[in-house]
Structures are given as structure tokens and as C-alpha cells.
């Protein structure tokens, strides 16, 4: 059984910068693309960001491209968030997720086998 574990969220500032993390155990993570989400109160999961198995390939939501960063270390078994320039629109319920198939194209939620059980951002103004 894969199991994601994240951390890294807290309470920031605008024009913050915050780190998650993404722990991976059960199986080796270079077997999976990996991907983070958000879903703020009232709005459905949205895609922030994805990495190919090999960290050769990142695909960024407009949102963010620019001030996120995504990374994986598959010696660590750990995928990482990076988040600069803070916004109060980025305040949400973050979340990595692990897919087995590696894509042409960005999928959508529905596309990922194992999630994790979140870690909250607030940004405040």
C-alpha cells in the first residue's frame, strides 16, 4: 500500500515563501509521475503542478507558473512544493497525489491512484 504524507503548510504572510513536502512509503517513488493539488473552501480540487517519474518534466498551472516550483528527490522518496510570492489566493488544502502512468498530457484528478491526507496553507493579506 502507497502511503503520501505531506507537510510544510502553516500560516504566512503575503509575498511568503513556504516549502511542502511530500513523503512517499510502500513503494519506490521513481514508479510514479506525481502531482500536487489544492481545493479552497467551496471550490472543487484544482491541479497547482506535476512531475514526470525521471523530475525531467514539470507541467504548472497559470496560477502559479512563475512562483511555484515542483521537485522530487527518488533517493529521498520525497516530492517537494516550492511557493514564493505568496498570494491570499493561494490559501487552500494542498495535496500530493501519485499517478503509475506517465502522460502525454496533464491529467485531471480522477487520473491519480493514492493521495494524501492534505496540509493546509493560509496566506493572509
Known amino acids: 500500500q502507497v502511503q503520501l504524507v505531506e507537510s510544510g503548510g502553516g500560516l504566512v504572510q503575503a509575498g511568503g515563501s513556504l516549502r511542502l513536502s511530500c513523503a512517499v512509503s510502500?513503494?519506490?517513488?521513481?514508479?510514479?509521475?506525481m502531482g500536487w493539488f489544492r481545493q479552497a473552501p467551496g471550490k472543487e480540487r484544482e491541479f497547482v503542478a506535476r512531475?514526470?517519474?525521471?523530475?525531467?518534466?514539470?507541467y504548472y498551472a497559470d496560477s502559479v507558473k512563475g512562483r511555484f516550483s515542483i521537485s522530487r528527490d527518488n533517493a529521498k522518496n520525497t516530492v517537494y512544493l516550492q511557493m514564493n510570492s505568496l498570494k491570499p489566493e493561494d490559501t487552500a488544502v494542498y495535496y500530493c497525489?501519485?499517478?503509475?502512468?506517465?502522460?502525454?498530457?496533464?491529467?485531471?484528478?480522477?487520473?491519480?491512484?493514492?493521495w494524501g491526507q492534505g496540509t493546509q496553507v493560509t496566506v493572509s493579506s
Open positions: 510502500g513503494r519506490t517513488l521513481s514508479m510514479y509521475a
Open positions: 497525489a501519485a499517478d503509475r502512468i506517465s502522460r502525454a498530457v496533464v491529467p485531471g484528478p480522477s487520473s491519480y491512484d493514492y
Open positions: 512531475i514526470s517519474r525521471s523530475g525531467s518534466s514539470t
